[in-house]
Nanobody, 126 residues
Framework: QARLEESGGGSVQTGESLMLSCKYT?????MAWFRQAPGKEREAVAV??????????RYHDSAEGRFTISHDNAEKTVALRMTSLKPEDTAMYYC????????????????????WGQGAQVTVSS
C-alpha cells in the first residue's frame, strides 16, 4: 500500500506562487493532485502518468497555464507548482495515487484513485 505525505501549503496573496510536494513510498502509474473547498466536491487539479519519462500530464481547465505537475522518480516525489494564484484556488489540496488507466490515460476522477494523503491547506487572499 502506497503512503503519501503532502507538504508546502500555506497562505499567500493573489498573484503569488506556492509549491506543493508529495512524498510517496510506492510509485503508482497515476499520481495526481486534487482539491476540495468547503461545501464543494473534490476536484482533480492535475494528473501525471509516471511510467512515461516525459510524464503525460493533464490539467483541470482552471489550472491550465498556471499550475505545473512534475514527478521525480529518484526522490519519490510529485510536485505541484502553482503560480498566479487566485482566491478561488483556496482549498485543501490532496495528493492521490492510483493505477487505473483508460486507453493508457490517467482519468481525473477521485474514484480512480485509491490512496490519499492527509491534505495541505492553501489559502489565497485578495
Amino acid at each position: 500500500q502506497a503512503r503519501l505525505e503532502e507538504s508546502g501549503g500555506g497562505s499567500v496573496q493573489t498573484g503569488e506562487s506556492l509549491m506543493l510536494s508529495c512524498k510517496y513510498t510506492n510509485r503508482r502509474a497515476c499520481m495526481a493532485w486534487f482539491r476540495q473547498a468547503p461545501g464543494k466536491e473534490r476536484e482533480a487539479v492535475a494528473v501525471i502518468y509516471t511510467p512515461d519519462p516525459s510524464g503525460r500530464k493533464r490539467y483541470h481547465d482552471s489550472a491550465e497555464g498556471r499550475f505545473t505537475i512534475s514527478h521525480d522518480n529518484a526522490e519519490k516525489t510529485v510536485a505541484l507548482r502553482m503560480t498566479s494564484l487566485k482566491p478561488e484556488d483556496t482549498a485543501m489540496y490532496y495528493c492521490a495515487a492510483g493505477s487505473r488507466l483508460y486507453g493508457g490515460v490517467c482519468i481525473m476522477r477521485a474514484p480512480d484513485f485509491d490512496t490519499w494523503g492527509q491534505g495541505a491547506q492553501v489559502t489565497v487572499s485578495s
